[in-house]
């Protein structure tokens, strides 16, 4: 399965600290996207990665990506609590029409 | 305004009842998914669209059914067959190859 896993499964910080969440997959990629969910709504992407890539950089959020590791991290710098959400990978195979997603890493942002 | 829009928000469903699910789409993306979303978990594919008057079943097809008959809709039925259908449904479209999906509000189906 490319499906991506998220580590940790949960992740309380103070406000103004950064959080890093991470994501493994199990198949090779064309590229790997980063989703936010808000309690109750529908997902939000956040940035996607490509497989020749190693770095991605949007606003505070910083993606990184080692297709030798078929690993990749979300950092969110100076966390705000509207950052507070659940945060899903999903890999996207060279092969394959549909993204496949983990349990999610859920962040909580105290102020 | 440009988007998804997922119908009804909240939806009950009674014993022995078919019910549907409405996502209608205005972005002109070719490709439209249905997902359900337990508590606490990731999303599991249910059916997808690549396009209009053709689907595939995802990894969790029975007990649902989908049509395309438009590309602005893809309709999905939650039948009697689906034993466990409370759950979070969502609706996602994609435009071109391997980009970004996006997202309706979802519906929140629960029993009677």
């Known amino acids: 399965s490319q499906q991506g896993e998220e580590d940790p499964q949960a992740l309380s910080i103070q406000e103004g600290e950064n959080a890093t969440m991470n994501c493994s997959y199990k198949t090779s990629i064309n590229n790997l996207q980063w989703y936010r969910q808000n309690s109750g709504r529908g997902l939000v992407h956040l940035i996607l990665?490509?497989?020749?890539?190693r770095e991605k950089h949007s606003g505070r959020l910083r993606v990184t990506l080692d297709t030798s590791k078929k690993s990749s991290s979300l950092l969110i710098t100076a966390s705000r609590a509207a950052d507070t959400a659940s945060y899903f990978c999903?890999?996207?195979?060279?092969?394959?029409?549909?993204?496949?997603f983990g349990a999610g890493t859920i962040l909580r942002v105290k102020s | 305004d440009g988007g998804i829009t997922q119908s009804p928000k909240y939806l009950f469903r009674k014993e022995g009842q078919n019910v549907t699910l409405s996502c209608e789409q205005n972005?002109?993306?070719?490709?439209m998914y249905w997902y359900r979303q337990d508590p606490g978990q990731g999303l599991r594919l249910i059916y997808y669209?690549?396009?209009?008057?053709?689907?595939q079943k995802g990894d969790i097809a029975e007990g649902y059914s989908v049509s395309r008959e438009k590309k602005e809709s893809f309709p999905l039925t939650v039948t009697s067959a689906q034993k466990n259908p409370t759950a979070f449904y969502l609706c996602a479209t994609r435009g071109r190859y391997n980009q970004p999906q996006h997202f309706g509000d979802g519906t929140r189906l629960s029993i009677l």
């Open positions: 990665i490509r497989s020749n890539e």
């Open positions: 669209s690549q396009i209009v008057n053709d689907f």
């Open positions: 972005l002109n993306h070719d490709a």
């Open positions: 999903a890999p996207w195979t060279e092969y394959g029409n549909k993204l496949v």
